[in-house]
């Protein structure tokens, strides 16, 4: 069995890599993922691996790049399969080349191995609008 943190770990080395379609591969094949607080051009729930397969492989159109995710903080609940971040994801931008720090908090479930749940609650107004043209 896997534990939760190896996955994420996993998660954040393909994202910083940049290999999304592996990062999709994480997910459960009815895995849910939410993001409460989207911003513009971004949907705030997607059902299912291959939804959010799409979705990821349509990331890479946006203009910028994942240098890093740094944790901050990790919550381990009472129920294992359920992870909580405190995360800063810094970001480039690649249309000025300028570095963002964006934090988050996200929400994982994680069972098996893979991906159940994942909610991040990102801090929106730290992004610029990244769907204007």
């Not at 591969?25 to 993922?33: G, I, Q, R, S, T």
């Not at 399969?81 to 690649?94: A, G, K, M, P």
Request: net charge negative; proline share 5%; aromatic share 6%.
């Amino acid at each position: 069995m896997h534990d939760p943190l190896e996955v994420l770990e996993r998660r954040r080395r393909l994202l910083v890599a940049g290999d999304l379609a592996k990062f999709a591969d994480l997910f459960a094949e009815d895995a849910v993922l939410e993001m409460p607080f989207a911003v513009d051009g971004f949907p705030a729930r997607l059902e299912g691996r291959e939804t959010i397969r799409e979705f990821s492989a349509r990331a890479d159109q946006m203009p910028v790049e994942i240098i890093d995710l740094r944790t901050v903080q990790v919550h381990r609940t009472s129920d294992p399969e359920v992870v909580i971040l405190e995360l800063v994801s810094v970001v480039r931008l690649t249309t000025t080349g300028a570095t963002i720090e964006v934090p988050s908090i996200q929400v994982f479930r994680i069972r098996d191995g893979r991906i159940v749940l994942f909610r991040d609650y990102v801090g929106a107004n730290a992004l610029p609008n990244l769907t204007a043209a």
